[in-house]
């Protein structure tokens, strides 16, 4: 691990993000499963005990939460955009989930994506009968492409990186009346993200269900703070302040540490990361809000503490990528002295989650 801190603002907060709602990530989990399980490929994922790798990190238990074959689509993410549109769907129905299959016809949704957030718009678009667009930077692997045409989005190539086929997405959606559909926030967006994050507290609604025992600690890998957020607001709803909360970042892209260490969001400069759905450089205003609120530490790991993390997990079963692994990276690379600020022992539980499986079309 390259750094931990701990976090200054755990309780209160930050009063420094302007135009966020007083609730920045929802808390009403059921309220979400509910609503999710009215759509098609709503299946739950598992929990899968580790205790061999418990055993070696010298830990009571490790449990993680599988999220390699959410929905088909091989991430979390395919809980966010494609519930976000379910939601907007079912209230344009009024509740009917017969209606919604159809309420979203001359809808168009357009986002960019780096990664499995332009997978899940482009299957939730399919479901309710909208279109998907989705912007590509030329850096992104045809392959990837290819699978998002595969499930009916219509794929633009715009810009060197991410953050210039973001900016090409924005323009698209304002030329034509497109939805924009991020997974990030900023200042006068954060309605849909919102949505997305909401998406994900359904995993852990699933977790409290098949847990036999709260975690005392859980670690969670972060990019713009999506995941993170939604897994820390549960814990929080559900098991209160006694689980020890880390937030675990690529220390090329440390935007939420670094945002926390200046009480404002901030831009975090770096060079390119392996942990390419995290290699982000800014963080989601919702995300922060919440986090600076409720998580206890936040540490970056490097690529090659990630790749290490791969590699262990394979050897248990689990073939994922680092991005996917990074949280429990942060785990298996404490030093002693990280382990002791954490209160790490052999009557601890860890909780984490495996948020995608292996790639094949890119970062």
């Known amino acids: 691990m390259r750094d931990m801190i701990a976090n200054p603002h755990r309780g209160r907060g930050l009063a420094t993000i302007p135009g966020l709602p007083d609730e920045p990530v929802s808390t009403d989990i059921e309220a979400a499963r509910a609503l999710f399980s009215q759509c098609p490929a709503s299946a739950e994922t598992s929990l899968s005990a580790m205790p061999d790798l418990a055993a070696a990190v010298g830990v009571a238990r490790i449990d993680l939460k599988d999220e390699r074959n959410r929905m088909g689509l091989g991430s979390f993410k395919a809980l966010g955009a494609a519930y976000a549109i379910a939601k907007m769907a079912m209230e344009q129905a009024g509740g009917d989930a017969v209606a919604a299959r159809d309420t979203l016809h001359d809808v168009t949704f357009v986002c960019a994506s780096a990664g499995n957030h332009g997978l899940s718009v482009a299957a939730g678009a399919r479901m309710f009968g909208a279109r998907a667009v989705i912007y590509l930077a030329e850096s992104v692997p045809d392959g990837f492409a290819a699978r998002l045409e595969a499930k009916g989005a219509t794929v633009m190539r715009a810009g060197a990186d991410y953050n210039a086929s973001m900016a090409a997405a924005l323009a698209a959606a304002e030329a034509n009346g497109w939805f924009l559909l991020s997974d990030s926030s900023w200042e006068g967006y954060s309605a849909p993200a919102r949505d997305i994050m909401e998406g994900y507290l359904i995993m852990a609604g ?16 972060a990019g713009v703070g999506g995941l993170a957020a ?3 607001a549960a814990a929080r709803t559900i098991w209160g302040d006694m689980p020890i909360i880390t937030v675990v970042e690529p220390d090329r892209a440390p935007a939420l540490m670094e945002s926390v260490r200046a009480g404002r969001p901030v831009h975090a400069g770096g060079p390119k990361s392996n942990m390419g759905r995290l290699d982000c450089k800014e963080p989601s205003h919702l995300a922060l809000a919440c986090l600076a609120r409720e998580a206890d530490y936040f540490a970056t790991i490097t690529d090659e503490e990630a790749d290490a993390a791969v590699v262990t997990l394979a050897g248990h079963g689990i073939a994922t990528t680092p991005s996917g692994v990074a949280g429990i990276a942060g785990l298996l690379h404490l030093a ?11 009557r601890s539980r860890v909780l984490g989650y495996v948020s995608e499986g292996p790639v094949d079309g890119g970062a």
């Open 230 to 232: 939604a897994c820390t």
């Open 206 to 221: 699933e977790v409290a269900d098949e847990i036999d025992a709260p975690p005392t600690h859980i670690f969670l890998q």
């Open 336 to 346: 002693s002295e990280a382990r002791d600020r954490l209160g790490i022992d052999a």
